[in-house]
């Protein structure tokens, strides 16, 4: 909950100063306090690879008087503005929202100063794909890969899986196991989702502060649960509540006679329409629309493409593709789609070779692709999801494909069913994955075809994937993503000075090979300080644990829960009766592989 409150209340957020209505003629805030959702929502609470750039003089921009000024005094400042350059000892003027001047010496001119000196200050992470209403889910199939029912490109056999598609998609948010055999029937269905509006709020508002402590101001939440209207206010609302930066990319859940996705053209009463009318009528707001719609039908017989109808809301369009290099042909051969993709992003973009070979060189063989060249000249984003697709079976982290091309990519944590939303460990990914598969073809034992081998990436570039192209995926490389005076402070600190890192040789290199989120020091967002001195900034986090944990619980008990058909198979990831996850053991064995030989190891 928010901290210094004697009465609970939801928070004022600038988001929602002007309190747009929700359904029914109701604010927002009454809609909230008249559901379960206000309980829980008052008792909580309150591209091109760029060069490197030589340091330069104070930049300095003017802006109106009057607002909080805070400077961050005589840290090492990571701009990432060539023109603004970088800076062994300067400080960082904000004034209300904005960068106001980066340089060395400005002088305190009022308001706080912050002692930066043996720290690193930089933009703040930006990550571009997350089902955050996962986070109660955290790390329950760690041992698990991307299986969905009658994927033939997988395995065949042995199904029902331990795997993403069935723990996590199946159990946990849709409360109803496919049988493959029989399309459109169920072995076990629940009758709804096992989560509450409730329980993806909680989800939500965990994920974004979670994130906060770890630096990362922004990132982009994937839905996949709006299974009614409820459940998508309730997860927005998580997000406005955080006080993150965030796109909410307005995703399908389940549909049981009650959704609204899509919505439809020209209609704002339902659907993408509803929400961009109730939730997202200002650009100046740190929560933004985006809309998972893709570059086909909107829906069954529509006459325009989900893109089209993403855009006519305002949203930007964000897609999963995982192995889809024929879905991007076929945007571009549709001219509704237009040419400028410049507010597209598609995740993960595994496999979109044109030839059957590995993703690893910069030949005419492995690099070429009709989809990476027409989604290249047409201006698209590419977020990576590169520690997640190497332990899910994704596919190859198309990290080569995309420099090969010309993209700068960004990075994505995905799933927290998974793997963590460390941007470090992102960045660590993407550097490690790079180079090891470049390096290996220097050696003529792992390299018979004599392949070229592709320049190998830096740290600072590495740097950039987790913030500018992140910045230009969301669509807000004008506000943040850059130290740039005129932008808006989203800012992360980060100790130098800690035993795990010092000293200091090369600002990039620390921070890339060296640093894990214990560096993460102080956050700003909009220019307010959010995380101080390793503390979230008005929050008990005792209780945000503590509530999450609790909806953690009831979504295990109605799983457990009496079924309207079926019973739930043994074995998904589960060792007992009735079914909770393998809290002690491995999960996910059963269908991992199912074709090679246990391993029998030693010491």
Avoid at 372 to 399: C, D, L, T
């Amino acid at each position: 909950m928010r901290q210094g409150s004697s009465t609970p209340e939801t928070p004022v957020t600038p988001e929602r100063e002007a309190e747009s209505c929700a359904p029914g003629g109701k604010s927002r805030r009454d809609f909230l306090k008249s559901s379960a959702l206000g309980l829980a929502a008052a008792a909580l609470a309150p591209g091109k690879l760029t060069d490197e750039a030589a340091p330069a003089e104070a930049t300095t921009v003017v802006h109106g008087h009057g607002k909080k000024r805070i400077l961050l005094k005589d840290g090492i400042v990571l701009s990432l503005d060539p023109k603004v350059g970088d800076f062994e000892k300067a400080d960082v003027l904000i004034e209300g929202k904005k960068i106001v001047a980066v340089g060395p010496s400005l002088g305190h001119a009022g308001g706080e100063q912050i002692d930066c000196s043996g720290a690193i200050v930089m933009p703040g992470f930006i990550s571009t794909h997350n089902h955050q209403y996962e986070c109660l889910q955290r790390s329950i199939i760690p041992d698990g890969i991307i299986v969905f029912a009658g994927n033939a490109q997988q395995q065949s056999t042995a199904w029902p899986y331990e795997a993403y598609g069935t723990v996590v998609q199946s159990i946990w948010t849709a409360g109803r196991l496919p049988d493959p055999v029989a399309p459109g029937t169920f072995l076990w269905d629940l009758g709804r989702s096992p989560y509450d509006p409730q329980d993806c709020y909680i989800s939500e508002l965990v994920a974004c502060l979670s994130q906060i402590t770890q630096g990362v101001t922004m990132g982009t939440d994937t839905s996949q649960a709006s299974h009614t209207p409820e459940y998508s206010d309730a997860m927005i609302q998580g997000l406005m509540d955080s006080g993150r930066r965030m796109v909410y990319d307005y995703t399908n859940g389940t549909d049981r006679g009650l959704s609204e996705f899509p919505g439809a053209s020209g209609d704002a009463t339902r659907g993408i329409g509803r929400l961009a009318k109730t939730y997202f009528n200002s650009k100046d707001q740190l929560v933004t629309l985006g809309f998972a719609g893709g570059p086909g039908p909107a829906f069954a017989g529509a006459p325009y493409t989900g893109w089209q109808l993403g855009r006519e809301f305002g949203a930007l369009i964000n897609n999963h593709n995982v192995g889809g290099f024929q879905t991007i042909i076929n945007a571009a051969a549709d001219p509704r789609n237009g040419t400028d993709w410049s507010d597209v992003t598609q995740v993960h973009c595994v496999r979109w070779q044109d030839n059957a070979s590995a993703q690893i060189s910069i030949d005419a063989l492995t690099s070429q692709s009709r989809a990476w060249e027409i989604f290249a000249a047409n201006g698209g984003h590419s977020s990576i999801a590169v520690i997640i697709e190497m332990q899910m079976r994704h596919g190859m982290p198309p990290i080569q494909m995309a420099l090969d091309h010309g993209i700068l990519p960004s990075l994505s944590p995905d799933v927290e069913t998974n793997m963590t939303t460390d941007p470090f460990s992102m960045m660590r990914g993407a550097f490690c994955v790079q180079r090891a598969l470049a390096n290996d073809l220097v050696f003529p034992i792992s390299n018979p075809n004599n392949l070229p081998a592709p320049q190998l990436i830096t740290c600072r570039q590495v740097i950039e994937m987790m913030t500018i192209a992140g910045a230009a995926a969301n669509r807000v490389l004008d506000k943040v993503g850059t130290l740039t005076p005129g932008k808006e402070a989203d800012i992360v600190v980060l100790d130098a000075s800690n035993i795990n890192v010092a000293p200091i040789n090369n600002v990039a290199g620390a921070i890339v090979t060296m640093m894990d989120t214990r560096n993460v020091r102080d956050v700003l967002i909009a220019g307010k300080i959010v995380y101080r001195s390793g503390k979230l900034v008005g929050w008990d986090t005792r209780r945000l644990v503590r509530d999450i944990t609790r909806a953690r619980d009831r979504v295990l008990r109605r799983i457990n829960g009496p079924a309207l058909v079926g019973t739930l198979p043994p074995g998904q990831n589960s060792l007992s009766n009735p079914y909770r996850p393998n809290f002690l053991g491995s999960c996910c064995y059963k269908g991992q592989n199912t074709t090679a030989p246990e391993y029998r190891l030693r010491p």
